[in-house]
């Protein structure tokens, strides 16, 4: 169709249309030429396309000392590691995103220090998930180490104090929206989980779900941390009382403002059930239940605490 206001020339004697059609010719070849080149850029985005993620097994038997810590290194960011049933006599550090997770239908596999490292597994690096592992062996410190990482996942672990001097189980430091669900932490001479100086937890919540903790000094510490989205949620926080760094409790606050507790539950713990100490202003506490604890159920020195819900009692917000 042409467009308004064209209008048809003459029409071109015989050579002049050969010599058009020629040009005409010259013309699609031009333009077509470059669809060569198609097949050669599609080669070069496949050879410069990054590797489809894998799935590394490992195994505990064999000669191989360090058999985590190979697969570990031997990997790239974002390959997932399948640990099989058995007992690696490691610690391992993980500097690069990865997901190490325990293989199914098999018996809980075991990363056990043997009281030779004070971390047992070191975690450097975004968006590392750990799922299904039991991880025991700190000489004197934390079992599982995050420190300024910015985002990562901690699942279904059996953590233990084995060698006695364990501090945590698992030890949120500086920044962070890390998700710690549905573990099981004993014997820390500090607490199950703790989380302190918490400057940042970038787009998310540093969420502490799900998970129990027995036999503890403390089960849950949150500490230093203020303006940022910590929030502790169902956890079972029970029968916490050895001797170790504080006043035995189920729940430490201690110079944090702002923080969220619902649905937890602290029982029979070996001073306090939940304990929100004078440094610490404006946390939030819905749903929450605790009884049977040494001294008192529920002790607050803060200023603000508010809340509903709570077998204990608390103004609104």
Not at 66 to 76: E, Y
Not at 95 to 106: C, G, S, T, Y
């Amino acid at each position: 169709m042409r467009g308004a206001g064209t209008r048809r020339g003459p029409k071109a004697p015989a050579a002049s249309r050969s010599n058009a059609a020629a040009s005409v010719a010259s013309l699609a070849r031009s333009a077509l030429a470059p669809l060569g080149l198609i097949p050669a850029l599609l080669a070069v985005a496949v050879a410069t396309a990054p590797a489809a993620a894998r799935t590394i097994d490992v195994h505990p038997r064999g000669s191989a000392s360090h058999p985590l810590q190979r697969a570990i290194n031997r990997a790239s960011p974002g390959d997932r590691i399948r640990v099989h049933h058995g007992r690696y006599r490691e610690s391992v550090v993980v500097p690069k995103r990865l997901e190490i997770f325990a293989a199914r239908d098999e018996r809980r596999p075991v990363i056990d220090a043997r009281c030779r490292a004070s971390v047992v597994i070191d975690v450097e690096a975004n968006r590392v998930s750990l799922d299904g592992l039991e991880v025991i062996g700190s000489a004197d410190a934390f079992t599982v180490n995050f420190v300024n990482i910015g985002s990562g996942r901690v699942n279904d672990l059996r953590l233990a104090n084995t060698c006695g001097e364990a501090l945590y189980g698992v030890n949120v430091y500086g920044k962070g929206a890390i998700r710690i669900t549905n573990n099981h932490a004993r014997g820390y001479r500090d607490a199950g989980y703790y989380v302190g100086s918490i400057g940042s937890t970038g787009q998310g919540s540093l969420l502490i779900r799900g998970n129990t903790a027995s036999g503890n000094n403390r089960g849950v510490i949150v500490e230093d941390s203020a303006g940022v989205d910590i929030r502790v949620v169902d956890n079972v926080l029970n029968r916490n009382g050895i001797g170790g760094e504080g006043i035995p409790s189920g729940i430490f606050v201690h110079n944090s403002d702002g923080m969220l507790f619902t649905g937890n539950r602290a029982d029979d713990n070996g001073v306090y059930g939940i304990h929100v100490d004078a440094t610490s202003d404006g946390n939030v506490l819905r749903g929450n239940r605790a009884a049977g604890n040494g001294t008192a159920d529920f002790f607050d020195e803060g200023a603000g605490t508010c809340g509903s819900g709570n077998s204990f009692p608390l103004p609104a917000c």
